[in-house]
Structures are given as structure tokens and as C-alpha cells.
């Protein structure tokens, strides 16, 4: 049992070019999440899904594109990386939380993007 | 104002000591989660509680909504518990506010 798996564990990426990150789960999760982490910040949502083929935007989404084609799996783009962009990158998933209130979240181990 | 404060932000300790790590909130929350980031960047989640207190081995964790406050406890401290402390609330389904995190340091 993986859990969550993200990949790649470090990029980097010089401006206007562009990648995609994979973030893969095998707990059969409704809910995946693509969190932002900064130095003195706290976790920032980018993107989410509540199920296969939806996606919605979270608090910081400008910059980013997501894809959510099997249930199992989330896709975070970068189009044109900025150096603002630059940040390690946290993919979660979880069960629906409405049906599942005890449902806790579970991270991948990150991604370490550098735009220079 | 942050939604989420924890405090302090960083806090160095003696091998065996009691820790407390204190979250407060301001808005309306359906959970409260703790998490722990390890030094290597891995996220764990530690507990998910909406009232009362839950235990895990040597950690607690308390919440008071009253209050709009949570603590989380580690008894007998080790070197192992050195990480990044996260305290995270859930006030709808999707949105989840983090802390910024203490860093916890138990030095042997």
C-alpha cells in the first residue's frame, strides 16, 4: 500500500518553461488537494478535486492547471514556471469529508521546485 | 490577523520534557487536525478531532471550541519528536487554514 505518491521529488525549471507534476493515490480517495508550502507560510491550496473529471480552485490557483482524468490520480501543470512559482509542492487526498468526518488527510512527501 | 495562530513558533527542549503546543482559531470549524512534518518534508497526520481529547502513544490532543483553542502534548520528549509541529482547521468540506508550524527541537 503506497499511499500517496508524488513525483518528481525535486525539479528544476528555468522561467516560461513548463512541467507537469503527478501525485498518485491507492486508497480509492475522493478528495485530492495540491498545497503550495513557503517559508512562514502556512499550506496554501492551489487546486482540488472532489471526484474524478471535477476540479475547483483554491485560495493561490493563477499559474497553475490541474486534471483529474481517473480517480486515482491529480495532475498539477505549470504552463509558463515564474519564480514565484518556486516552492515545494504537497499533493493530499482524503475521503469525501461530508461522508467520512473522521477522515484524516494524507500528504505525499513533497516536491521541491526551483524557477530560476 | 492570521485564521490560524500557533504558538510558539519554535521551541527547544531537554530529552523527557513535557511539550505543549498551543493552536487558536478564529472562525467556525468542523475539525481540527495535527500534523507533523519531518525533517526530510514528509506530512503526517498526527489526529483529527472535533471535541474532547484524543491519545496516541505518548501524544494528546486537546480542543476547545468554547474557546476556539487546541493543544497538542508529548509526554517523556525524545529526540525522535524533533519536527515541525502543524496545526490545520477544516471550516467546510474543501477548506482547510494551516498554521505556519513549530518547530520542535528535544535535544538528548
Known amino acids: 500500500n503506497a499511499g500517496v505518491t508524488q513525483t518528481p521529488k525535486f525539479r528544476v525549471l528555468k522561467t516560461g518553461q513548463s512541467m507537469t507534476l503527478l501525485c498518485a493515490q491507492d486508497m480509492n480517495h475522493e478528495y485530492m488537494y495540491w498545497y503550495r508550502q513557503d517559508p512562514g507560510m502556512g499550506l496554501r491550496l492551489i487546486h482540488y478535486s472532489v471526484g474524478e473529471g471535477t476540479t475547483a480552485k483554491g485560495e493561490v490557483p493563477d499559474g497553475y492547471n490541474v486534471s483529474r482524468l481517473k480517480k486515482q490520480n491529480f495532475l498539477l501543470g505549470l504552463e509558463s514556471a515564474a519564480p514565484s512559482q518556486t516552492s515545494v509542492y504537497f499533493c493530499?487526498?482524503?475521503?469525501?469529508?461530508?461522508?467520512?468526518?473522521?477522515?484524516?488527510?494524507?500528504f505525499g512527501n513533497g516536491t521541491r521546485l526551483t524557477v530560476t | 490577523k492570521n485564521e490560524v495562530e500557533q504558538s510558539p513558533q519554535n521551541l527547544t527542549a531537554q530529552e523527557g520534557e513535557f511539550i505543549t503546543i498551543n493552536c487558536s482559531y478564529s472562525v467556525g470549524i468542523s475539525a481540527l487536525h495535527w500534523l507533523q512534518q519531518h525533517p526530510g518534508g514528509g506530512i503526517v497526520s498526527l489526529f483529527m478531532?472535533?471535541?474532547g481529547k484524543k491519545k496516541h502513544g505518548r501524544l494528546i490532543a486537546t480542543i476547545n471550541i468554547q474557546e476556539k483553542h487546541s493543544s497538542l502534548h508529548i509526554t517523556a520528549s525524545h529526540p525522535r519528536d524533533s519536527a515541525v509541529y502543524i496545526c490545520a482547521v477544516r471550516s467546510g468540506y474543501e477548506k482547510l487554514t494551516f498554521g505556519t508550524g513549530t518547530r520542535l527541537t528535544i535535544i538528548p
Open positions: 493530499a487526498s482524503s475521503y469525501s469529508p461530508g461522508l467520512h468526518q473522521n477522515s484524516p488527510l494524507h
Open positions: 478531532l472535533s471535541s
